[in-house]
């Protein structure tokens, strides 16, 4: 199983909004509502930001918005603040497996 | 609130066994759940390593399956990870977290650098 595409980086000011892809194919994304967002800041472990591609755990802002079409999941932030900088993985089922994306570094401007 | 720590030696020589052990308070292990390894290489991206259940049954990354053995001690509440002759490309932070559902990771630890050298 590849890894998931992402894009290596993304930026935006405060206040605006980014949208951060995930490109599997039919037999990971595609094929399962089971995609899931990591936030990660240097040097600490990851953190869930949405889960079943667009559910929020209790405690994330709304700003943060998950959606799919096809084999591309994309991660949505709205009102971007500075304490959004950080690296941003997708993840997904994989029938019995898991396969994570390489990672989005996130520049607040 | 559920909390996990790992735990194991930081320095493994190439050819030996990487053991690692999750401590998990605030949530019994026998409640449900499966519970999973995360690894991160220094400025790669994660790699999933393998999940279980408490009542022992297991799901491997493909990749690491011929290496990998996972177990869990429910009277003790942790679990375990054994993954057999190690290389430097398994030189990595290594994560456990709580699989939930078993579709996502909803709850991890502080992750632990393993450092595969002789």
């Known amino acids: 199983q590849s890894a998931l595409t992402q894009p290596r980086s993304v930026s935006g000011s405060p206040g605006q909004s980014v949208t951060i892809s995930c490109t599997g194919t039919?037999?990971?994304?595609?094929?399962?509502?089971?995609v899931s967002w990591y936030q990660q800041h240097p040097g600490k472990a990851p953190e869930l930001m949405i889960y079943d591609v667009s559910k929020r755990p209790s405690g994330v802002p709304d700003r943060f918005s998950g959606s799919k079409s096809g084999n591309t999941a994309s991660l949505t932030i709205s009102g971007l603040q500075a304490e959004d900088e950080a690296e941003y993985y997708c993840c997904s089922y994989a029938g019995s497996q898991k396969v994570f994306g390489g990672g989005t570094k996130l520049t607040v401007l | 609130q559920v909390q996990l720590q790992e735990s194991g030696p930081g320095l493994v020589k190439p050819s030996e066994t990487l053991s690692l052990t999750c401590a998990v308070t605030?949530?019994?292990?026998?409640?449900?759940?499966?519970w999973g390894w995360i690894r991160q290489s220094p400025g790669k991206g994660m790699e999933w390593i393998g999940s279980?259940?408490?009542?022992?049954?297991?799901y491997y990354n493909p990749s690491l399956k011929s290496r990998l053995t996972l177990s869990v001690d429910t009277s003790k509440s942790l679990f375990s990870l054994r993954l057999r002759s190690v290389t430097a490309a398994d030189t990595a932070v290594y994560y456990c977290a709580r699989d939930n559902e078993p579709y996502y990771f909803d709850f991890w630890g502080q992750g632990t650098l393993v450092t595969v050298s002789s």
């Open positions: 039919s037999s990971d994304v595609g094929g399962y509502n089971y």
């Open positions: 605030g949530y019994s292990i026998t409640s449900g759940y499966y």
């Open positions: 279980m259940y408490h009542s022992g049954s297991t």
